[in-house]
């Protein structure tokens, strides 16, 4: 019989472990996979972005899916605690751009072995390979779990921290969704958010824009009015398939809903790679450059406002040749190449499914779940954390926040939770 089990080794089992074995009491952690903190291993490029240190109102603003949700979370246990408690596990933090915090050491797995240092000296006991078949219940509380060995493990609490259905390779494959819908919970739709958009416009069949790179441009997803959604101003990258980099992943969530709302039609991009101008300042600039030097190819002029690729693919779209010089342009195919400088569209008809996909978008509805304890309205002694729960956020330390703040107050409501 144990105090607390905490089903699922990432983020916010880890740390729902953590905090329930601080409270002194008899805890087993269950992890399906052979490793603890895998998730956490690859994330930040295998650097581990473990939390972000903007204010709280700019961390629920970079967590769309229910970021408001947080705000109660957050004056309990919030990202500068995160902070003070890797630097108590001897792991030295840094803050780079955005707020992003990483380890001094550049070392994801510095973070996770901190966390399995920190369950040891708590005498938290870790069953790994061990997977979970099903919650054990009534009509009114939980009392443990069944292992798909068909052992029955009894408990006062139990978290359910097994994230969702994004980064399937790391034991995330969406088994906690009908255990929470058995226990009365409603798991809203899940759909793949911080992934890769396709497309089937013929410059992207072609290849030939394939590893190009944007720069800080604008990229904004439209509405069919022609009115943004939403535009963020970040590096973009064409691919084989569409379309990749950060500004792709935050903008495709937008993405899936809008192609549920049109019913499946394709969704319009609009890529703005000159951000400082509109479509009449970059018409005159290009002019004023061709006029300056009119023996002088078009190509060679405006070389270095846009990667040269860009540019001959724009120029070739307004139909300049690239052997053209100033003297030869006219004001129309420069007002064609400006237009497109500052709002070229196309469109994209999907994204990459969700196992691909950084996030998970959707999960256990949070209006079922207590805010200041993560405990579940339905079921008395079930707690859930982490990604399993609808909240999903950018990429930049916002997931793993959100995960790392659920699960600590998750293990440390569950702990001091007895069935009255």
């Known amino acids: 019989m144990y105090d607390v089990i905490v089903i699922g080794g990432g983020p916010s089992g880890l740390m729902a472990a953590i905090a329930a074995g601080t409270n002194n009491k008899k805890v087993l952690l269950l992890e399906k996979g052979k490793k603890l903190g895998q998730k956490l291993a690859i994330s930040g490029g295998g650097r581990c972005n473990v939390t972000n240190r903007l204010p709280v109102d700019e961390i629920v603003k970079h967590i769309p899916g229910n970021g408001r949700f947080l705000y109660s979370p957050f004056t ?42 920190e369950l040891d000296r708590l005498g938290v006991e870790i069953r790994q390979q061990t997977a979970v078949e099903k919650l054990l219940m009534d009509d009114d509380k939980i009392f443990g779990v069944r292992l798909q060995s068909g052992e029955d493990i009894k408990a006062n609490a139990v978290v359910v921290a097994v994230g969702g259905k994004a980064v399937p390779q790391t034991g995330s494959t969406g088994d906690g969704y009908p255990w929470a819908e058995r226990a009365g919970h409603t798991v809203t739709d899940l759909y793949p958010t911080e992934v890769p958009l396709l497309s089937n416009e013929t410059f992207i069949q072609s290849k030939e824009l394939q590893g190009l790179a944007l720069r800080d441009a604008a ?27 950060p500004a792709i992943l935050r903008c495709s969530q937008f993405v899936v809903k809008e192609l549920k709302k049109n019913g499946g039609k394709p969704v319009t991009m609009k890529i703005q790679s000159l951000t400082d101008y509109n479509a009449e300042s970059a018409f005159q600039m290009l002019m004023k450059l061709a006029k300056n030097d009119p023996k002088k190819a078009l190509k060679n002029t405006w070389k270095g406002i846009v990667p040269e690729r860009w540019l001959l693919f724009l120029m070739n779209r307004a139909n300049i040749a690239e052997t053209s010089t100033g003297a030869d342009l006219s004001n129309e195919h420069a007002r064609a190449l400006a237009a497109d400088l500052v709002g070229f569209e196309m469109t994209v008809y999907g994204t990459q499914p969700i196992e691909k996909a950084f996030v998970t978008g959707g999960g256990v509805s949070v209006k079922e779940i207590e805010p200041k304890t993560m405990a579940s309205k339905k079921k008395s002694g079930l707690y859930f954390c982490g990604e399993i729960l609808d909240i999903h956020g950018y990429t930049g330390g916002y997931n793993i926040t959100a995960a790392l703040v659920t699960g600590h107050i998750a293990g440390d409501n569950a702990a001091n939770f007895s069935h009255a």
């Open 219 to 245: 990229v904004s997803v439209l509405k069919k009015n022609g009115k943004a959604i939403i535009t963020h101003q970040m590096d973009m990258l064409f691919t084989h398939f569409g379309l990749s980099g």
């Open 76 to 117: 309990i246990y919030n990202n500068e605690d995160i902070i003070a408690f890797f630097e108590g596990l001897g792991v030295d933090l840094k803050e780079e751009d955005h707020g992003r915090m990483f380890p001094v050491s550049n070392r994801a797995q510095d973070v996770v072995d901190a966390l399995i240092r």
